[in-house]
């Protein structure tokens, strides 16, 4: 079936202007996760959600990241007032089906969203 | 909270030898611990994981071992190919109906034909 999906894929922004990133979870599967991943590091905590609630939002670096998934499904990261240091891979990971498939903890990841803040 | 430490950080060995990664977690309470595969360019796969019932797990030529005593999981690739290079990196977990996971550094694995 079809794996977790990111849009886009790439985006260039000028420091000071909003950007909203997008997640597409993998159907059916109740958690969705946000990670950040700079260059040449593993992946770094951002946010989850189970279902349309945000369980933890302790990985947010800064109240300029907000993040919502409003029917439980697709989720938008937002960056209000990008800043240089914002530039970097941004990853989207869901888990968990309800109806069988594999154990609840698995994360797949989606393809990310390269943000360059100039 | 949660700190993974991986080592080593860069591994060349020649094709057919044996790989080792070796992860030391902090966080008493983590009881998942998953290992992912990242080729350049592309998003990171789960190739194996394992829970703290069990102190080992195998899946062909991949092997993961953990010692909950102290805190410490290793990663074995046995018969190494060239497709085996890329990032490989281990994670941590409380593990419940989603959790966030704790990764390492990262090993980059250099397969040598």
């Known amino acids: 079936g079809a794996g977790v999906s990111q849009s886009p894929r790439y985006k260039v922004t000028k420091r000071g202007q909003d950007v909203a990133l997008r997640c597409d979870p993998i159907?059916?599967?109740?958690?969705l996760y946000w990670y950040r991943q700079a260059l040449g590091q593993g992946p770094e905590f951002l946010t989850y959600?189970?279902?349309?609630?945000?369980?933890?939002k302790s990985g947010l670096p800064n109240d300029r990241f907000s993040a919502e998934r409003p029917e439980g499904s697709i989720s938008t990261l937002t960056i209000q007032r990008t800043e240089q240091r914002d530039s970097a891979m941004y990853r989207c990971a869901s888990s968990f089906r309800l109806a069988g498939g594999p154990a609840r903890e698995t994360q797949y990841f989606g393809p990310g969203t390269r943000l360059l803040v100039l | 909270g949660e700190n993974v430490e991986q080592h080593p950080s860069t591994l060349s060995v020649q094709e057919g030898d044996s790989a080792v990664i070796k992860c030391t977690y902090s966080?008493?309470?983590?009881?998942?611990f998953p290992w992912y595969k990242q080729e350049l360019g592309k998003r990171p796969q789960l190739i194996i994981d394992i829970r703290s019932n069990v102190g080992e797990k195998k899946d062909q030529r991949i092997a993961v071992t953990l010692n909950k005593t102290a805190k410490h999981f290793s990663l074995h690739i046995t018969e190494t190919q060239p497709e085996d290079s890329a990032v490989y990196f281990c994670a941590a977990s409380r593990a419940r109906a989603g959790n966030m996971l704790t990764f390492g550094g990262g090993t980059r694995l250099m397969v040598k034909p």
């Open positions: 966080d008493s309470a983590s009881n998942y």
């Open positions: 959600f189970n279902y349309e609630a945000q369980q933890d």
């Open positions: 159907s059916g599967h109740v958690s």
